[in-house]
């Protein structure tokens, strides 16, 4: 445990257990205290963050900052090392401490350390790492394309059943974002993001929103354009089970890992609803009863409260890795 100190003084890392820290053999009380106060306390950032580039993993985190920023588009000057900022007392003048702490492991593998990013980042490069890879890869590409499509069918071939499909296939579209914005299978830094404040249960909502903030106008607003046939739902119907599906994905998500969860709900809508159009006339009977109505709209609702009320619950899962 660390020394005592004198009642009411403020309470500060020590070199000896930012030391014990970095090497992983601080007691799990400690390296908490450590990675709570660091929170606030930059000098002692400073010195804990010295203590980490000077031990064993001290190399590894450089070469993955290295890569991290020249993937960001930074091009990282080399650091070296003169002294510890903690022997120091002025984290200012000294080159390790101009950078904050690293992501530690622990000896039993478990993600601790003081959660910083590795390096301060401008506003769009973090806008940019937040919205994550669904936004950054062929998944918008997908989205403009099923849209278009639609206005192809519609009024290029004369496919008056180009509305109901496109209705059919929107509440899916989210899923498929969601399932390459998170997790281990999806975003090559999952292991560095997910042990960051603002990764887990936060940095999956912060990228659904980005999902959802892509997909609700343009799949909203394309339905809305498609001419439009007697029966078949308002453009907007598909936002409830949109709504309930991606919240569903993220509660189930907590359980066997997002990838799992959208494919599987996405399958399952697909087959029910979208499966019985390609497969024949496209007619408003078929997707009427999961569209239409007070009472259809209306367990949709419910569906989307209970899962986010499931999120709500199991919000600490995504304070760990997903299982492989």
């Known amino acids: 445990m660390t020394a005592p100190h004198a009642p009411g003084a403020p309470w500060h890392v020590s070199d000896a257990l930012a030391r014990r820290y970095a090497d992983g053999t601080a007691a799990e009380t400690d390296a908490w205290s450590v990675e709570k106060h660091v929170e606030a306390c930059g000098r002692c950032a400073a010195r804990v963050s010295a203590a980490v580039r000077s031990g064993a993993a001290g190399p590894t985190l450089a070469a993955v900052r290295t890569d991290l920023l020249t993937t960001l588009g930074h091009h990282p000057e080399p650091a070296t090392r003169t002294a510890a900022a903690g022997e120091t007392g002025n984290p200012t003048t000294t080159p390790a401490a101009s950078h904050p702490p690293e992501h530690v492991p622990s000896p039993a593998g478990r993600p601790r350390g003081p959660r910083f990013s590795p390096a301060p980042l401008s506003r769009w490069a973090r806008l940019w790492w937040a919205v994550g890879p669904a936004l950054r890869g062929a ?13 192809g069918l519609a009024h290029g071939a004369g496919f008056q059943g180009a509305r109901s499909l496109l209705l059919a296939l929107s509440p899916v579209l989210p899923l498929a974002g969601v399932a390459v914005s998170y997790g281990r299978h999806a975003d090559p830094l999952y292991e560095i993001t997910a042990a960051t404040p603002s990764g887990g249960l936060r940095l999956l909502l912060t990228r659904t929103a980005a999902v959802l903030a892509v997909c609700v106008p343009l799949l909203t607003a394309g339905g809305a354009l498609l001419p439009p046939v007697a029966g078949v739902p308002g453009a907007a119907a598909w936002l409830l089970p949109g709504l309930a599906l991606t919240l569903a994905a993220l509660a189930l998500g907590s359980f066997v890992g997002c990838r799992t969860a959208a494919v599987t709900l996405g399958g399952g809508w697909l087959f029910a609803v979208a499966g019985p159009l390609l497969g024949g006339p496209a007619t408003s009977s078929t997707f009427v009863p999961y ?34």
Do not use: M, T
Request: glycine fraction near 10%; charge should be positive.
């Open 139 to 151: 998944w918008v590409v997908a989205v403009v394309l099923v849209v278009g499509g639609a206005f």
């Open 291 to 324: 569209f239409s109505g007070p009472a259809a709209q209306g367990s949709w609702a419910a569906a989307a409260l209970a899962c986010g009320a499931l999120l709500a619950l199991r919000r600490r899962s995504f304070d760990h890795l997903e299982p492989r």
